[in-house]
């Protein structure tokens, strides 16, 4: 039995994946929680298919240990921040910002990006903001292009075009264009929006690894 290992992004916990896993129980699945709503998480799996949302993506890249059997990322990215060789990325100085306001005001800065990605009425009340504010840093840093770009497993990436966080450019620039599916006007959360196509673009994904 192949194993998915699920990996959310910033903001959200381990129970973000549950649309999606849910929709496939022939596959053994394990969550990893980064600590942003609750005490973290992060069990360990034998040669997984990593299932990454947006950060959480790069996230996997740079701390969950291979081999993999292969890679999901979804409205996800190897790394966020623009760069003379990514000019898709975002502009270092919004996330700075970003950075600066969570400091003082980190359920306000939740709030922000929660809606910016599609919810109406996000829940902060849970929020842990050390570990979030740690993440963004890291966020910030990260360069996970090369670690991409040596992975010895397969890769699909999902992404929509009407996401603001990782808008299509973005997306179009992270992950070469054969592994690259985009859903037209669909936003920064896939998996809650189209759950039943990312289940099954994942299951058709699986079928393809020995």
């Given at each position: 039995?192949?194993?998915?290992a699920?990996?959310?992004?910033?903001?959200?916990?381990?129970?973000?994946?549950?649309?999606?896993?849910?929709?496939?129980?022939?596959?053994?699945?394990?969550?990893?929680?980064?600590?942003?709503?609750?005490?973290?998480?992060?069990?360990?799996?034998?040669?997984?298919?990593?299932?990454?949302?947006?950060?959480?993506?790069?996230?996997?890249?740079?701390?969950?240990?291979?081999?993999?059997?292969?890679?999901?990322?979804?409205?996800?990215?190897?790394?966020?921040?623009?760069?003379?060789?990514?000019?898709?990325?975002?502009?270092?100085?919004?996330?700075?910002?970003m950075?600066?306001?969570?400091?003082?005001?980190?359920h306000?800065?939740?709030?922000?990006?929660?809606?910016?990605?599609?919810?109406?009425?996000?829940d902060?009340?849970?929020?842990?903001?050390?570990?979030?504010?740690?993440?963004?840093k890291?966020?910030?840093?990260?360069?996970?292009?090369?670690?991409?770009?040596?992975?010895?497993?397969?890769?699909?990436?999902?992404?929509?075009?009407?996401?603001?966080?990782?808008?299509?450019?973005?997306?179009?620039?992270?992950?070469?264009?054969?592994?690259?599916?985009?859903?037209?006007?669909?936003?920064?959360?896939?998996?809650?929006?189209?759950?039943?196509?990312?289940?099954?673009?994942?299951?058709?994904?699986?079928?393809?690894?020995?």
């Amino acid at each position: 039995m192949k194993t998915l290992a699920f990996v959310h992004g910033w903001g959200f916990d381990a129970h973000f994946w549950r649309p999606v896993a849910d929709r496939l129980p022939e596959f053994a699945r394990i969550f990893v929680d980064l600590g942003f709503r609750a005490e973290a998480v992060r069990p360990g799996a034998n040669n997984p298919i990593i299932i990454g949302h947006s950060m959480g993506f790069a996230w996997a890249l740079a701390g969950f240990p291979r081999p993999w059997a292969g890679a999901v990322a979804v409205n996800a990215f190897p790394r966020f921040t623009r760069a003379q060789d990514f000019v898709a990325g975002t502009p270092p100085r919004s996330l700075d910002r970003m950075i600066d306001r969570f400091a003082t005001h980190p359920h306000e800065v939740t709030a922000d990006f929660m809606q910016r990605c599609g919810i109406d009425t996000p829940d902060t009340e849970t929020i842990r903001p050390a570990p979030m504010a740690e993440a963004l840093k890291w966020l910030a840093e990260c360069d996970e292009r090369q670690t991409m770009a040596q992975l010895d497993c397969p890769l699909l990436a999902l992404a929509g075009t009407r996401d603001l966080v990782v808008p299509e450019a973005m997306s179009r620039d992270s992950f070469p264009p054969q592994c690259l599916t985009l859903v037209e006007g669909a936003g920064h959360l896939l998996p809650w929006t189209h759950p039943d196509w990312v289940a099954s673009q994942i299951r058709l994904f699986a079928s393809t690894i020995p």
